[in-house]
């Protein structure tokens, strides 16, 4: 099967820009996924395996407890807790990877860094309309995952035969995260290609899952139990639902940053329902409130998040963010539900 992705020159350049770089530093957007996370160490790996000395991973903020088990997540700097070692890195890189956003925006306070960088770029994602000023651009919304197209990348560099363990765990998590464990986003033959392909260098699958997926505190079960016991509210004629999760809530239920992760896929269960949203208030910023959009089918869930949410995202899966109280933005949910009838 080939799975390429790149021209011969672009091929050729991107070989150039990593050959020549002594200082790399590996962004990726705020509240990093598995996918982020994924794609970040696998390329920074891969990156070191191949004789670069200098690389860092730099992420705005923390990212969720089930991912701490990947290889390299020790040296991981946070924007948030190590400011200025993340900043001057970011300044002394002469290449930039931008890994899984399309636009600077989503590294929050990274962002002027980054756009101002003089470093060479080049943009791995797969989010619609990227908007990074990029040397080299490996833009695929078709793409399951960043983490594919880091895979590809690394075959089509050659990589492939040394890659090790530290690369392919990662890749594959992020491939996993993405889909839900391959359960949407994910028909595509290319992906099973990949998966017989990292099953090779000895990955264990079904442990990466249970690490990802079976690793909630008890807290978190019992925070899911209550949000769809207590909060869910469903609009049958609608096909949708959605739950609100409140600063009370999270305190009641010893929150961690994490435990809200894969919530809103739940109401997706129910028979026939076509579209979920959660309504999260920020633990910190009292009128911030944190949306989180996931579809079936062809609910362009994307289109509801930028026009009533100030976000955006994959056709199936959106976010955005909302700045009122908990009671209005309810009202816009219920109003955009009625208007994206399905
Ligand atoms: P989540 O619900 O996990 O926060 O986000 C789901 C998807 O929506 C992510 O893959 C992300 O790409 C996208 N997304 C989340 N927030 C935003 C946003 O503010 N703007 C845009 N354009 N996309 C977002
Ligand atoms: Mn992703």
């Known amino acids: 099967m080939n799975i390429n992705l790149l021209t011969e020159v672009e091929v050729e350049s991107l070989n150039r820009l990593i050959d020549e770089a002594n200082h790399i530093a590996i962004h990726t957007h705020r509240s990093p996924d598995g996918d982020a996370i994924g794609s970040t160490l696998g390329m920074a790996n891969y990156l070191k395996q191949r004789g670069k000395e200098d690389v860092k991973v730099i992420v705005p903020d923390m990212f969720p407890n089930f991912l701490q088990w990947l290889p390299g997540t020790m040296d991981i700097l946070r924007h948030d807790k190590k400011k200025e070692e993340a900043e001057a890195a970011t300044r002394n890189?002469?290449?930039?990877?931008?890994?899984?956003?399309?636009?600077?925006?989503?590294?929050?306070?990274?962002?002027?860094?980054?756009?101002?960088?003089?470093?060479?770029?080049?943009?791995?994602?797969?989010?619609?309309?990227?908007?990074?000023?990029?040397?080299?651009?490996?833009?695929?919304?078709?793409?399951?995952?960043?983490?594919?197209?880091?895979?590809?990348?690394?075959?089509?560099?050659?990589?492939?035969?040394?890659?090790?363990?530290?690369?392919?765990?990662?890749?594959?998590?992020?491939?996993?995260?993405?889909?839900g464990g391959f359960t949407y986003n994910s028909n595509r033959p290319e992906i099973f290609f990949i998966i017989s392909q990292l099953l090779t260098k000895g990955i264990n699958k079904d442990k990466i899952y249970r690490n990802v997926f079976n690793n909630y505190s008890l807290w978190r079960l019992r925070l899911m139990g209550y949000v769809m016991y207590t909060k869910l509210n469903v609009f049958a004629e609608y096909h949708a639902a959605y739950f609100t999760l409140t600063r009370r809530d999270m305190k009641h239920f010893h929150f961690m940053k994490?435990?809200?992760?894969g919530l809103v896929n739940?109401?997706?269960?129910?028979?026939?329902?076509?579209?979920?949203?959660?309504?999260?208030?920020?633990?910190?910023?009292?009128?911030?409130?944190?949306?989180?959009?996931?579809?079936?089918?062809?609910?362009?869930?994307?289109?509801?998040?930028?026009?009533?949410?100030?976000?955006?995202?994959?056709?199936?899966?959106?976010?955005?963010?909302?700045?009122?109280?908990?009671?209005?933005?309810?009202?816009?949910?219920?109003?955009?539900?009625?208007?994206?009838?399905?």
């Open 258 to 261: 994490g435990d809200a992760e």
């Open 266 to 342: 739940m109401p997706l269960q129910i028979k026939g329902m076509k579209l979920s949203i959660s309504l999260r208030e920020d633990t910190e910023k009292p009128d911030t409130i944190w949306v989180s959009l996931r579809s079936v089918d062809d609910f362009p869930c994307n289109k509801m998040a930028e026009k009533y949410f100030n976000g955006g995202g994959h056709l199936n899966a959106s976010g955005g963010h909302l700045n009122c109280t908990m009671d209005e933005a309810e009202m816009l949910v219920n109003k955009a539900i009625r208007e994206f009838r399905w």
């Open 93 to 179: 890189a002469d290449l930039l990877l931008c890994l899984d956003f399309n636009d600077a925006s989503r590294t929050a306070e990274l962002e002027p860094l980054i756009t101002e960088s003089t470093a060479h770029k080049v943009l791995i994602d797969h989010h619609l309309n990227p908007t990074v000023d990029a040397d080299i651009s490996v833009s695929h919304p078709e793409a399951c995952s960043t983490c594919e197209l880091v895979f590809r990348l690394i075959w089509q560099l050659g990589g492939f035969e040394e890659m090790d363990k530290d690369v392919a765990v990662p890749i594959y998590c992020g491939m996993m995260t993405d889909t």
